[in-house]
Each structure stands twice: as C-alpha cells, then as structure tokens.
C-alpha cells in the first residue's frame, strides 16, 4: 500500500513557477514508477511526467517538455514536479501517482493516486 499526498499548488503567473511535492508513506514507494498526471474539468486526465523507482529514468509529455522536470528523494518518500515557464493552459488539478509494477504513461497502470493540487495561471 502507498499512501499519497501532494501539495505546493497555487495561482502563479503566467512565466512564473511552482514546485509540487508528493509525500508518499508505505514500503512500495522506493521501488514504484512515479507519475505526475493533470486534469482539467471536463477532459480525461492525461499523463504529464514520469520517473523510475531509482530517478535515473525520466520521460515527459510533450506539452511540458524542457519546462518541467520530475525528481525523487527516496530518502524522504517524496517527488516532485518542478514547473517552470507556466502558461495558461497548465491550469489543472496536479496529481502524482505510484506504479509499483511497470513504466508507463497509462493512467490505469498506477494504483495509488493522491488527492491532487490544484495549480491555476494566470495570463
């Protein structure tokens, strides 16, 4: 069992940051694919970052590529998502989730998911 809780979501500027983190407890975490995930009212939600269980393994979206970056501290049970160059069309609820199985951009592989972060820019 992984149990997730994310925070650092806010109203930011458009061009501006915010760093996400996602706390995780449960023995799983540190051998768990991590997953950033968003999704705004009405649309499906759709993969945003991804990292290996050990960190060395990064993949992205293209809509966030070279802006945002996923990292891990296995010591402290936490990931996160930097975002950087925000724009408007980031506004979503930020979810991370864990994937103690597999490597994938596929919501339904991950089976723990946390509450989300709302993150709203502004133009």
């Known amino acids: 069992q992984v149990q997730l809780v994310e925070s650092g979501g806010g109203l930011v500027q458009a061009g501006g940051s915010l760093r996400l983190s996602c706390a995780a407890s449960?023995?799983?975490?540190?051998?768990?694919?991590m997953g950033w995930f968003r999704q705004v009212p009405g649309k499906e939600r759709e993969f945003v970052a991804l990292?290996?269980?050990?960190?060395?393994?990064?993949y992205y979206a293209d809509s966030v590529k070279g802006r945002f970056t996923i990292s891990r501290d296995n010591a402290k049970n936490t990931v996160y998502l930097q975002m950087n160059s925000l724009k408007p069309e980031d506004t979503a609820v930020y979810y991370c989730?864990?994937?103690?199985?597999?490597?994938?951009?596929?919501?339904?592989?991950?089976?723990?998911w946390g509450q989300g972060t709302q993150v709203t820019v502004s133009s």
């Open positions: 449960g023995q799983t975490f540190s051998t768990s694919t």
């Open positions: 989730a864990a994937d103690p199985m597999g490597w994938s951009t596929r919501r339904a592989s991950y089976d723990y």
């Open positions: 990292s290996s269980w050990v960190g060395d393994n990064t």
